[in-house]
């Protein structure tokens, strides 16, 4: 198995899509290399594209206050990366080519990381990782244990928290909650909380 280093040294060097034409840095990922916890997303935005590293823009500063003011939690403990390490065209949604050809990244930072608890953000996170079709608004709500034994807990993207406003942002503490109970050992509440 390759290290971590190896396969981010790759991926700064993907030519796979057409996403490298226009990308200004490959976001990888970033954080702890042995986290329990793992965060997935959706692409980078223009800030990320800028600055090379994950959830640096507004959704990001949604999700470092729910994470610490639902799980205790900051960055450095937890592993944060996206579908696609590059960001798509005026941040429309990644193509299925895209999301296929990028694949193989998440799925060594998985591998290597091995975190016990992924908290996917949004639909395209969840739908790859669930290997569904169902969109997060019925996914979430519920802890999906994992044939690798990990546990899969689906989140609306923090950017729909701040297009939907209060009710979602509750919705996604609720699913952080559950989160957080999952890395302690602890079963996870049902719906709503
Ligand atoms: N949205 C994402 O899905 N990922 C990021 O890194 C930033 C915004």
């Known amino acids: 198995m390759p290290t971590l280093a190896e396969v981010e040294r790759d991926a700064l060097a993907c030519t796979r899509c057409p996403l490298h034409q226009r990308r200004t840095n490959v976001v990888f990922g970033v954080g702890d290399p042995n986290a329990d916890l793992m965060f997935v997303g959706e692409g980078p935005g223009q800030q990320e ?38 960001r798509p065209p005026n941040n429309r949604d990644p193509l299925p080519d895209e999301i296929a050809a990028c694949h193989p990244y998440l799925a060594a930072q998985l591998d290597l990381i091995d975190p016990k608890v992924i ?19 019925r996914l979430r709500g519920r802890a999906y244990p994992r044939p690798d034994g990990r546990t899969l807990v689906p989140t609306f993207h923090p950017a729909a928290a701040l297009r939907g406003g209060g ?27």
């Open 167 to 193: 009710e979602t942002v509750a919705q996604m503490r609720a699913d952080m909650v559950r989160a957080k109970q999952l890395l302690d050992g602890r079963r996870p509440s049902p719906l709503p909380a």
């Open 119 to 137: 908290v996917t953000l949004g639909n395209f996170a969840t739908k790859l990782l669930l290997n569904s079709t169902e969109g997060i608004t």
């Open 49 to 86: 594209d800028i600055e090379g590293l994950p959830f640096v823009g507004r959704s990001g500063q949604l999700l470092d206050r729910l994470m610490l003011e639902e799980m205790g939690l900051t960055r450095a403990y937890c592993y944060i990366c996206n579908v696609v390490k590059c």
